[in-house]
């Protein structure tokens, strides 16, 4: 059962956003401190990824557990209440990502995920960073 009235929790939801979330921070905080360039969100890519490597054709999403369902991550729950609703969003959610994946495959660029679980450990954001672009700037 919700504590909060329906127009209290669609308010407190529509305050998500997308971009610059603390995940996402912590990504670009790493990578900038191994001395990559990067580009933020580029609109005219499928799926606006939150970072962009241009010149290695690499395109780097940090994604959200809950909202998109990160296989086996206990922040990956379903809310009890409504339930068909959810079930329903997290599937469209995962059905884009792997359309946006495909389509960035497609046309030449290199995607891949970051989870936010993976940033609760800032020290081992580095060596994925390099893992993801294949080699280490450091």
């Known amino acids: ?8 929790r669609s308010a407190l939801m529509s305050r998500i956003g997308g971009r610059n979330t603390r995940p996402e921070l912590v990504v670009r905080r790493a990578a900038h401190a191994l001395g990559l360039r990067f580009r933020l969100h580029r609109g005219d890519l499928p799926g606006s990824p939150d970072l962009v490597f241009p010149r290695r054709r690499r395109a780097l999403f940090v994604h959200g557990c809950f909202w998109h369902r990160h ?8 809310p009890r209440s409504n339930v068909e609703f959810w079930e329903a969003k997290f599937r469209r959610n995962v059905e884009r990502d792997a359309r946006v994946m495909e389509e960035l495959r497609a046309s030449g660029w290199q995607p891949d995920v970051i989870w936010e679980c993976e940033t609760r450990r800032p020290a081992t954001i580095p060596d994925r960073i390099c893992e993801i672009i294949g080699e280490d700037p450091r």
């Open 1 to 8: 059962m919700d504590i909060l009235t329906s127009e209290k």
């Open 71 to 78: 296989e086996g991550c206990r922040l990956s729950y379903t």
